[in-house]
């Protein structure tokens, strides 16, 4: 008789446990089931356990000597006769529901292969599993996916199926063929990707498999030294079945962020395949992609079309051989911490430990708790190599957790603009200030060794760093305060900035001049509106007017001085002002939120809303410190791009494929270049982030992705379109015969597609198609014709009327990356133009789709063969223009919306020439005490001087020295009540004395 179900239980040495895994298969609700248990070579009382289950529906199968898993598993499955196949473990157990559950989905769902289910965790002796910080706990709650999908999150996150809640058709078993016999680990991923290659897949959210952790993580795949050692040899052979990929279509499915990498070609695949390896933060991924490219070089014909695509030679793979340590062979020789309890550090006071490539974790506990005044690691001992701190904090005598700023962490090494500090020394320090009680002691981060040419390069870097700092001569120290975060070029700039413009009342009254309303919102981006006029800028300038017509003026400030890695503490910035569309010249971050500051406590101005449109450029300190001088203004954030979540605002991985927005820390985000760079900028702007109260996203696209970043913040996201479109006459140059008009549209840039309409350029029938790019370029492609499009002179609708005036029939829009909105895209449809994107191109995409206005393509060789189809593209011309009228932009009015008018808003004058000069006279006042603190930044600088004999001394640290009489001349009540309003002032000073006392 043939059951429904044959039920496979292999066991080895499982008597403890076996008795109720099989009562669990049966007291299934489904009766129809034969359960196969097949005995591995046990050696204890097992065989004896299952033989005294008299259910003719169970059969055994014994081995003579321990086979291993997947030898078991196959003989079973060998030996079923079942419709269906399922497996459990003899130390797991299933839910009652299980097989009668999974069997009805089958046959509901013709199309799907095998069904898994999620499980609940169980401890050694059958409890409920509640360490929810273990490896396994949630591992198996996945949700579902695509087969495509599937193997994209096996290759870059491994395995997440539990392997005893499978049911899989007997047919499909057949089809895939059996477990691999070779793997002992990861013989259930390895059979899952093998699965997914012909076949979908599908999870059951309910819970029907009790899964057991062992005790000692005794489980077959507990993290145990021998079974870390199997993973990493069985891991190189799993990640053998993705070269089985042959087609660049499929790929593109199975990795859409990086579809675009394969160029739609399918013999670009391998090599596609083995650069994603290289890109996961792992020795077995790096080992099978460098073993990947010297096989692929192997082939004449392969190799030359690497270099002819990718530029990819013999010599880049050498380079690769010396660069990813793919056997962990370079380990530090030496990673020791010295502790100091008061006599200084010494080798009596110091113990090794580890610290592994390329992340380290350093736990110190004390047992009792100790008086320390700093803690000193040395993270290698004779290599060069850089080294990042991601966290390092302690637990202080009470249990307290305190975490080290830049301030209580020095280095004998060379700071970077990311955090990093690089040793061109072969015995790199770190001292971590304490002078506290501490229980234990932690720091984490990321390490590298460096070459020499690199270490060059540092020391070069070190000696420019010691002249910026202007170190006096014979100043000998070996460690430098390079995470004061204030150099002598920042005091000196600051102080230039501050005296230049401090005093400067008709700066000032010009600002108060042109203000036009009582109200204003203030305005922050990464360009001068005025002068620039991209994505962005358009967005500014519409909404300037919109606010102008509800009486509110728009203040808008941009970056004078840019900053191109964030910087720590910088509290202040030099900043470009626009009042009501015209420029008032440079202030800084701290005179302006002083300036509004006084405007609004007397009545003269009030500050409706600061909508923070682009924070590139900006130091988010000083962004953060202007916002709490405006007290209780609401904050919005408008989400233009992903810059809040990745300075790579594109979210493109190594600046070429969509990484989709892991998360920070992540493997897959320290893989690429801006990986460190962004752990950084998120601690950065997150202050900005947390207290803002909306974000507006131009796209449900782009509120899904960032969302999905940051769901806390998630509820508080306002989709609203940039535009409206309304309805026109159509229009009149219909093609008929003449040559079909293809146009690039917008400027050049790889994430904008610019290489693929290179390509494409260069493949289209010129007899039949006539090539445009509309917009500013710099390399002019033979045969394409160049319109430019003076936007500043032309007026915003500028692009869709010089493609109305060309008679453009479709409009090229191959972003590689999830566009947020795309002006582009809107101004082409306007136009009337038929739109040609790919899957990867966010809003886009889904705007093509949404509107019928144009079509999208899984990858370039569809998008290829669509134009190679001349006749169809014409039908496709014809049908739109029959069902698709164009259309008229209307800039959206929810954006004025955002700040209703107030029912006391009006006009100019917004202050009598007596208040003006009252403000005026109050901004003096106060911007004298900013010179006065500045004043005490001389005196200091003095203090330190060579030629001052009694410099460090402790008289010259007293009260009554020349410095410190400076600092009490500023001490008026004035002053003080300055510093407790304003405490961005009282950092600086706090910031300036800790410099020079380090110095």
Not at 172 to 181: K, L, P, S
Not at 259 to 276: N, Q
Not at 292 to 301: E, N, R, S, V, W
Not at 956 to 973: C, I
Request: proline fraction near 5%; aromatic fraction near 10%.
């Amino acid at each position: 008789m043939i059951s429904k179900v044959s039920v496979i239980l292999p066991t080895y040495n499982h008597e403890k446990y076996i008795a109720p895994s099989i009562e669990s298969v049966l007291g299934q609700d489904l009766a129809d089931f034969e359960l196969i248990v097949v005995d591995d070579g046990s050696e204890d009382g097992t065989v004896k356990v299952a033989e005294s289950f008299a259910d003719p529906r169970v059969r055994i199968i014994k081995f003579a000597a321990n086979k291993g898993l997947s030898v078991a598993l196959n003989q079973g499955i060998a030996a079923a006769v079942g419709k269906y196949i399922a497996i459990l473990h003899s130390d797991d157990t299933f839910l009652p529901d299980k097989l009668g559950r999974q069997v009805r989905y089958l046959e509901e769902h013709l199309g799907v292969g095998a069904v898994f289910s999620h499980v609940r965790l169980i401890d050694e002796t059958g409890n409920e599993f509640a360490k929810k910080d273990h490896y396994y706990y949630g591992l198996f709650d996945q949700p579902n996916r695509t087969r495509h999908q599937w193997l994209n999150h096996f290759f870059r996150h491994g395995n997440c199926l539990c392997h005893p809640s499978l049911m899989i058709r007997k047919t499909v078993f057949d089809t895939v063929g059996g477990y691999d016999e070779r793997l002992a680990l990861l013989e259930d991923m390895e059979y899952w990707i093998r699965l997914c290659l012909v076949s979908d897949i599908h999870v059951l959210p309910e819970k029907l498999v009790r899964y057991r952790i062992r005790d000692y993580d005794l489980n077959a795949s507990g993290p145990r030294p021998e079974t870390r050692i199997r993973c990493s040899f069985e891991m190189i052979r799993v990640l053998q079945h993705y070269l089985r990929l042959k087609s660049a279509a499929e790929f593109a499915a199975i990795f859409p962020e990086a579809g675009v990498l394969a160029k739609g070609k399918d013999m670009a695949v391998p090599y596609c395949i083995a650069t994603l390896a290289l890109g996961v933060d792992s020795p077995e991924y790096r080992y099978f992609a460098v073993d990947t490219l010297y096989k692929l070089l192997a082939d004449p014909a392969v190799a030359e079309f690497l270099q002819a695509e990718y530029g990819f030679t013999h010599v880049d793979l050498i380079k690769l051989t010396g660069q990813h340590d793919v056997f962990n062979l370079v380990q530090p020789s030496l990673s020791k911490i010295y502790l100091d309890t008061g006599k200084g550090f010494s080798e009596a006071e110091s113990l090794s430990c580890a610290a592994s490539i390329p992340r380290f974790d350093v736990e110190l506990p004390f047992p009792a708790a100790t008086r320390l005044r700093a803690v000193r690691w040395d993270p290698a001992e004779g290599i060069f190599c850089r080294v990042k701190i991601d966290r390092a904090s302690y637990l202080d005598g009470r249990g307290r957790e305190k975490r080290l700023n830049d301030r209580g962490i020095q280095a004998n090494g060379v700071r970077e603009q990311d955090g990093s500090y690089l040793f061109a020394t072969f015995d790199p320090r770190i001292e971590f200030k304490i002078d506290d009680k501490i229980s234990r002691f932690t720091v984490r981060g990321f390490w590298e060794p460096l070459s020499f040419a690199e270490a060059e390069q540092i020391l070069q870097k070190k000696n420019d760093l010691l002249r910026s700092l202007d170190q006096p001569a014979g100043h000998g120290r070996s460690i430098l305060p390079v995470g004061s975060g204030l150099t002598g070029k920042r005091i000196a700039m600051l102080a230039t900035g501050y005296n230049a413009m401090a005093g400067s009342k008709k700066l000032i009254a010009e600002f108060i001049r042109r203000l036009q309303n009582r109200e204003c919102v203030l305005a922050v981006s990464h360009s001068d509106y005025q002068r620039v006029l991209g994505g962005t800028e358009k967005v500014l300038r519409a909404e300037q007017a919109l606010l102008a017509g509800k009486k509110v003026s728009y203040v808008q400030i941009y970056p004078a001085e840019t900053f191109t890695a964030l910087p720590a503490g910088d509290t202040n910035q030099i900043i470009g002002v626009n009042v009501d569309g015209q420029t008032v010249g440079l202030l800084s971050t701290g005179q302006l939120g002083l300036l509004l500051g006084l405007l609004q406590g007397r009545g003269c101005l009030k500050v409706r809303a600061c909508h923070i449109h682009h924070l590139k450029g900006f130091s988010p300190p000083a962004v953060d410190s202007l916002l709490r001088q405006l007290g209780g203004t609401p904050v919005r954030i408008f989400l233009h791009d992903y810059y809040t979540l990745c300075p790579q605002y594109n979210l493109l991985a190594n600046d070429s494929t969509y990484c989709g927005a892991p998360p920070v820390g992540s493997p897959h985000c320290q893989s690429c270049t801006h990986g460190r760079v962004r752990t950084i900028h998120s601690e950065a702007i997150g202050k900005i982030l947390k207290n803002t109260g909306e974000f507006i996203a131009p796209s449900p696209t782009a509120a899904q992705i960032w969302g999905g970043a940051y769901p806390a913040l998630a509820p508080r996201i306002k989709v609203i379109p940039h535009q409206i479109c309304a309805s026109r006459p159509a229009r009149e140059n219909e093609p008929g015969k003449r040559r079909i008009r293809v146009a690039y549209v917008g400027y050049q840039a790889a994430n904008k597609g610019w290489e693929v309409w290179r390509d494409l350029a260069g493949r289209l029938d010129r007899r039949y198609y006539e090539l445009f790019h509309f917009g500013k370029t710099s390399d002019k492609l033979p045969g394409v014709k160049h319109i430019p499009v003076p936007f500043l002179d032309e007026g915003k609708n500028a692009m869709a009327a010089k493609l109305r005036e060309w008679g453009i029939d479709i409009a090229f829009l191959w972003s590689v990356w999830p566009e947020t909105y795309s002006f582009t895209f809107f101004e082409s449809i306007a136009a009337g133009c038929y739109v040609v994107t790919g899957s990867v191109s966010g809003n886009i995409a889904a705007q093509t789709e949404q509107t019928g206005r144009g079509r999208v393509f899984a990858g370039e060789e569809a998008m290829f063969g669509f134009f190679r189809d001349l006749e169809g593209v014409r039908q496709v011309l014809r049908e739109t223009r029959a069902t698709q009228p164009p259309v008229d932009l209307v800039f959206n009015p929810a954006l004025g919306e955002l700040v209703p008018p107030s029912p006391a808003a009006k006009t100019r004058p917004v202050t009598r020439r007596k208040d003006d000069s009252k403000v005026l006279r109050l901004f003096d006042q106060q911007t004298t005490l900013v010179r006065k603190v500045l004043a005490l930044d001389a005196a200091l600088r003095d203090a330190r001087s060579p030629t001052n004999g009694r410099q460090g001394t402790e008289e010259t640290s007293g009260p009554a020295s020349g410095p410190w009489r400076s600092l009490a001349a500023t001490g008026t009540e004035a002053a003080r009540g300055f510093i407790r309003k304003y405490p961005f002032w009282h950092r600086h000073l706090r910031k300036l004395i800790s410099l020079y006392k380090h110095n």
